[in-house]
């Protein structure tokens, strides 16, 4: 069982910046790929983007990329989501995943094993 606890979400200007973290428990961390989707009212969680295991590779969404920015620090059990060039589009609900699948083009919300509680991010125009 892993648990994920997101936190870093809040208010930005457009063109602000935001880190979001997501700090997991258990002892096999490095065994799954991590990723981060979002999800605004009324619509379908939207992936963003996925790290493999070890960090060596890693996937974005074409509207989030060279944006934002995932990494990981297994010796934390953590991981992160940069975002830069934040604009009123981004703002959400941003949600941490982890998934036992050993590849990175994860989409599908059913392919993910675990989900943390959201954090909300506002970027104000």
């Known amino acids: 069982q892993v648990q994920l606890v997101e936190s870093g979400g809040g208010l930005v200007q457009a063109g602000g910046s935001l880190r979001l973290s997501c700090a997991a428990s258990?002892?096999?961390?490095?065994?799954?790929?991590m990723g981060w989707f979002r999800q605004g009212p009324g619509k379908e969680r939207e992936f963003v983007a996925t790290i493999s295991g070890y960090g060596r590779g890693t996937y974005y969404a074409d509207s989030v990329k060279g944006r934002f920015t995932i990494s990981r620090d297994n010796a934390k059990n953590t991981v992160y989501l940069q975002m830069n060039s934040l604009q009123p589009e981004d703002t959400t609900v941003y949600y941490c995943?982890?998934?036992?699948?050993?590849?990175?083009?994860?989409?599908?919300?059913?392919?993910?094993?675990?989900w943390g509680q959201g954090t909300q991010v506002t970027v104000s125009s």
């Open positions: 258990g002892r096999t961390f490095s065994s799954y790929t």
């Open positions: 995943t982890a998934t036992t699948a050993a590849y990175l083009r994860v989409l599908s919300t059913l392919d993910y094993n675990y």
